[in-house]
């Protein structure tokens, strides 16, 4: 039978500062990273809207760190699609060795906190054969941490914000939405909500939002008071971890901040920005190669028309389909001294990001910093 959302209220106390940060998937430098660039201290609120662990190289460490840090500061951690997963297959609901838990497993074995689990309490699952002894040791081993999990709330709600992973169809109907949908809502910006506090989600990486220009950066929908803040981290090549921090009064600026964990170089040259460009995204990532280069493919994007060069190490074969990794022939805006994080670097060119956005850039650049 479908569960109902856990709905928590919460008053955050007056002028301490509030930062909110989604989809962190299992990557504790990143989580450190973006702490550091916020300048995060013991008075600040800290509110996680989903999916802390799965899909990334330290789940364990990562919600451990999390658990340490709620122990002695105020966070507030939402559950997203993901961390219910871990407490489904810890739970017993649902056979282990359903094909669900097989094929996400068979996919994220390395990156999932299941395995993670696992391996820290002495066992080595060789494969979907060994799940139920998976699940023994997990309820075994790691109580603090499933109870930790298990008390995360589907929706918090504060007098001006509404902080969930996925998304709600009705504000003023909380209680009555079902738990799944409010955890894992695909598309949601595309469904045409508008609310009266502001709806801060996350489950979305924004760059699936823009069809032209590859931004990371947080999507920040004014007139709907939606704020979309999943910057792709562990899941993007140039992902990003992003920290929304909120306006101090009802109605201010928002600001962030952001970690990608790539190397930065200082620009040369400058460079002007594309009048007409492509994002090639997932689920709608099917090509036709054109031409194979040494590091580049001439490709066409089938379902724009477009042609565009992407890197051989994007491109990847599944179903008989030839499909890519987000890909984009945008010219980022480049001054003389801009610094940009470096994706890629080829002899005649770089993929960077400035300020979330990545693009190419064809000046020169200094990468001693």
């Not at 479908?2 to 940060?21: C, D, E, H, M, T």
């Not at 990143?30 to 330290?58: N, S, W």
């Not at 947080?218 to 920290?243: F, M, T, Y």
């Not at 920005?273 to 001439?298: I, K």
Request: contains cysteine; negative net charge; charged residues 25%.
């Amino acid at each position: 039978m479908a569960r109902k959302a856990r709905v928590k209220y919460a008053q955050f106390p007056a002028g301490r500062r509030v930062l909110a940060i989604s989809d962190i998937h299992g990557s504790l430098p990143f989580f450190q990273g973006v702490l550091a660039a916020a300048h995060y201290t013991p008075e600040d609120v800290l509110v996680l809207v989903g999916d802390l662990v799965e899909k990334g190289p330290d789940s364990l460490g990562l919600l451990r760190a999390v658990m340490e840090l709620a122990g002695r500061n105020r966070v507030y951690c939402l559950r997203g699609n993901c961390d219910n997963l871990v407490w489904e297959f810890a739970q017993g609901e649902g056979d282990p060795q359903a094909p669900f838990f097989q094929n996400y497993l068979k996919v994220w074995w390395e990156r999932s906190l299941l395995i993670q689990m696992g391996r820290a309490a002495g066992l080595d699952p060789g494969g979907p054969e060994d799940l139920p002894a998976l699940r023994r040791a997990i309820r075994a081993h790691f109580a603090p941490e499933l109870e930790f999990l298990a008390a995360m709330p589907e929706i918090l709600v504060t007098p001006h914000y509404l902080f969930v992973h996925g998304g709600v169809d009705d504000e003023e109907r909380l209680e009555e939405m079902d738990a799944w949908r409010c955890m894992k809502n695909d598309d949601f910006l595309s469904q045409n909500r508008t609310f009266r506090r502001w709806c801060v989600v996350g489950h979305w990486p924004v760059t699936l939002y823009r069809p032209h220009i590859p931004s990371a950066a947080p999507l920040l929908l004014e007139e709907r008071h939606i704020a979309s803040i999943d910057g792709g981290c562990s899941l993007k090549v140039d992902g990003q971890l992003n920290a929304l921090e909120l306006p101090m009064t009802p109605g201010g600026a928002f600001a962030w901040y952001a970690y990608d964990g790539l190397p930065t170089a200082v620009a040369l040259d400058r460079q002007e920005p594309s009048a007409d460009s492509v994002n090639v995204r997932w689920g709608r990532n099917v090509l036709e190669v054109l031409e194979r280069g040494e590091r580049l493919s001439l490709c066409r994007h089938l379902e724009t028309g477009r042609e565009l060069e992407v890197l051989n190490e994007y491109l990847y074969v599944r179903d008989g389909v030839t499909r890519c990794e987000d890909s984009t022939d945008y010219r980022l805006e480049i001054a003389p001294g801009d610094t940009v994080s470096v994706v890629r670097a080829l002899p005649d060119r770089a993929l960077v990001k400035k300020k979330g956005v990545t693009g190419w850039y064809f000046g020169r650049l200094d990468e001693k910093r």
